[in-house]
């Protein structure tokens, strides 16, 4: 259990780690749709649902599963690169600011958004299982 915690732990402070950098290099700033954080959270939705189909190929090329793998990318990883807190608050600031109209799309447009990306991941992840000889 906590070699599972510590796993969690690092890769959540290196996702973590990798937001806080891209948001620096390409800051959401103002009352425009704030896209860098969009991008984080509909990357990150994809990627957590591809996760399953990437690890059980993983395992089943190599013979062997890695369990500590899937919480380390999974919880860890995406799990600090994605954030809800900071989409809630940028909506928050948007209609504070007037921008009514962009808070609504950027709050309606990010779920819609990475519910698409669950849909595409998921069919991605059955694709590979397919080409790659199904579940581990």
Known sequence: MRTQLGVVAAGGALGAVARWALLQSAPDV?????????????????????LPAVVAAAARRRGHDRPLLTPFLGAGVLGGWTT???TSEQARALLDAGAAATAAAYVVGSLGAALLAVVVGTALGSLLEDRDGGPA
């Open 30 to 50: 103002g009352t425009g749709f704030p896209w860098t954080t969009f991008v984080i959270n509909v990357s990150g939705s994809l990627l957590l649902a591809l």
């Open 84 to 86: 809800f807190s900071a």
